[in-house]
């Protein structure tokens, strides 16, 4: 679709009077043609971040339901015991799906006309250059990172956890789809430190366009999904990244309950200590395959097994006692 008729689109004098649209990218005329056809520049603003939202959380979540339905793939598999049933699939899937009727969509449609009234640019074209948007993108990682790291921590105390986060801890092995199965509330919470990291910097920097949100959003879901992917590949980013927290970081905040609060980096559990008894763990592991080193495949994957029981189980105590903190609080009060 191609837009250069002023009396084809209506629209044309109001949104892209004076652009010369043979000096654009594909994108940026598809980008064009998209906000003319629609007509409305809200309605085609929210349908699209709708969309976006939709096609790349569960495109991206394909592949692993694939993954998982594939033994061959079992080796790399972080909870090898753990495969989720296709009845767990749909259950996540219906409530990750409410919740983003429910609560991401009016979030959503609401977010151009409050994208506007700080300054940012959502139908214009062209597109800001990969140098300009790849700081940006780097601070939205920095700030979404320490934003969940402080609100996921407060999310594992009493109340919060008992009637709010223990949905997403429904599941000790993730899988993709459950990124974001998650209460309502936590879906607001968590997702505001997504949404506030572009927000601040249109608010103070005045030059910002929603195309490189959509670039952060995409690179976003991409990490929240593999990190609850469950698999751990020789050709995992962590492996790349040392401070890249992955799925194999995070799929042992799901087993253990503590530890690992952060998403995208390392270092604030790091730095806080709040990744002891990942360490312990993994040294554990460590030493004993080094004991085993001439163990059977069998053998060696029994021995992991029963590590990780027992980090389970020490889990499992832990979140009974947050959960009967909890109770007192209510019963104080």
């Known amino acids: 679709m191609h837009a250069s008729s002023n009396t084809t689109f209506p629209l044309y004098d109001d949104l892209y009077a004076g652009t010369d649209f043979s000096s654009l990218s594909w994108l940026e005329q598809q980008w064009a043609a998209w906000y003319i056809a629609i007509g409305n520049p809200v309605i085609a603003t929210g349908l699209m971040s709708f969309l976006l939202h939709e096609i790349v959380y569960f495109g991206r979540s394909v592949p692993w339901i694939i993954i998982d339905a594939i033994p061959y793939f079992r080796r790399w598999k972080l909870q090898p015991s753990k495969i989720p049933t296709p009845k767990e699939q749909w259950e996540c899937t219906k409530l990750v799906l409410f919740s ?9 449609w609401l977010f151009h006309p409050l994208a506007e009234s700080i300054g940012m640019s959502t139908y214009q074209v062209p597109f800001p250059s990969i140098k300009s948007m790849a700081p940006q ?13 402080i609100a996921h921590k407060a999310l594992h105390t009493g109340i919060l956890y008992k009637h709010i986060h223990k949905i997403h801890h429904k599941y000790s092995a993730p899988f993709g789809l459950a990124a974001e199965y998650a209460h309502p509330a936590e879906v607001m919470i968590l997702g505001a430190g997504t949404l506030a990291g572009p927000l601040l910097y249109c608010y103070f920097a005045h030059d910002f366009h929603i195309f490189t949100m959509y670039v952060w959003i995409v690179l976003r879901l991409f990490q929240a999904v593999d990190a609850h992917s469950g698999y751990d590949f020789p050709w995992s980013l962590q ?3 040392p401070f890249w927290s ?3 970081h ?18 604030w559990d790091r730095i806080c200590g709040t990744d002891t008894k990942y360490q312990e ?7 004993a395959k080094k004991a085993m080193k001439n163990a059977t495949r069998a053998q060696k994957d029994a021995m992991e097994q029963k590590l990780m029981e027992e980090v389970e189980a020490e889990g499992m105590r832990a979140e009974a006692e947050v959960e009967r903190s909890a109770s007192k609080t209510v019963k104080l009060h």
């Open 250 to 267: 995070h799929d042992f905040h799901h087993m253990a309950f503590t530890n690992n609060f952060s998403t995208s980096f390392r270092w």
């Open 100 to 108: 983003h009727f429910t609560i991401e969509l009016p979030a959503i």
């Open 239 to 241: 492996h790349l990244l």
């Open 137 to 149: 993108i780097a601070f939205f990682f920095f700030f979404e990172d320490m934003f969940h790291y």
């Open 281 to 287: 763990y993994r040294a554990r592991v460590e030493a």
């Open 246 to 248: 992955g799925a194999e």
